[in-house]
């Protein structure tokens, strides 16, 4: 079966520092892949890699057996490939249900032309994107505060509600870049028990960063150990945690 990220032998290096070496990593359909690595491994630079905020030096990334290595984030997002930030980036003067309504793509409301001549087209689209975000913010559990300014939530609440602008459009694969950063163990439960129902209700493919091992061991299978730009070792997290050479790599010599 053909991966639906398909990452091979990708390089970057910034000045004479090389981040990523010879690197290839797969993600399955219908997966939710972690990666893991100590601080400065290449995760981070990787994750851009994939989502197109970068350019390799060389290799190729893949999405479902297509080279999209020349095409741009836009573009990548239009094929279905999401991310989400360690830092959330919502519309903070938007309420949290108009930040979802921004999301879906190509909307008759965004021409002036059409505005204009076709009101009746534009209100009708609007009034099923309203009912579609409505739909997805109490999926979230985020119905309480969808009239709430975005930038008034917590930041467990602006998680959720990145989670929810990925289900605003045709998602094939997400990719959460330390979710789990600054929220309460409340909301954290939350944002893991809605990547769980993404998976399995909505066939979700999910590429996670994170350091919280907790919430890797619940969520992920396989997981990929990233170090000095390279897969070190990939596999299920029990395996992974009594790895002497990922012991080594995160806690040192002595450690392991």
Not at 10 to 16: D, E, L, P, T
Not at 30 to 46: D, E, Q, V
Not at 121 to 139: C, G, K, M, S
Request: glycine content about 10%.
């Amino acid at each position: 079966m053909t991966p639906l990220i398909d990452v091979q032998r990708v390089n970057k290096a910034f000045g004479g520092l090389q981040v990523i070496n010879d690197c290839s990593i797969q993600v399955e359909t219908g997966s939710i892949t972690g990666m893991i690595g100590p601080n400065g491994a290449g995760k981070s630079t990787l994750f851009n890699l994939i989502a197109g905020a970068l350019a390799p030096d060389s290799g190729r990334v893949l999405l479902n057996g297509e080279d999209i290595t020349a095409l741009s984030a836009d573009q990548r997002f239009h094929k279905g490939l999401l991310r989400t930030f360690q830092i959330a980036h919502e519309f903070s003067q938007m309420s949290a249900l108009e930040n979802l309504m921004m999301v879906p793509p190509h909307q008759s409301g965004e021409s002036l032309f059409s505005a204009w001549l076709k009101p009746g087209i534009v209100r009708q689209e609007e009034a099923e994107v309203r009912r579609r975000a409505l739909e997805v913010i109490d999926f979230v559990g985020l119905y309480h505060v969808r009239n709430e300014l975005a930038g008034n939530l917590s930041g467990g609440q602006k998680k959720l509600l990145e989670l929810g602008r990925t289900m605003m459009t045709d998602a094939k694969v997400v990719l959460l870049d330390e979710i789990a950063a600054g929220v309460n163990r409340t909301l954290l439960g939350d944002l893991i028990s809605n990547i769980e129902r993404l998976n399995r209700e909505m066939g979700y493919t999910f590429l996670v960063i994170e350091h919280d091992m907790e919430m890797i061991a619940r969520l992920c299978d396989p997981v990929i150990v990233l170090a000095q730009g390279s897969v070190m070792v990939e596999g299920h997290i029990n395996d992974i945690q009594n790895n002497p050479e990922v012991i080594e790599a995160y806690f040192g010599t002595d450690a392991a």
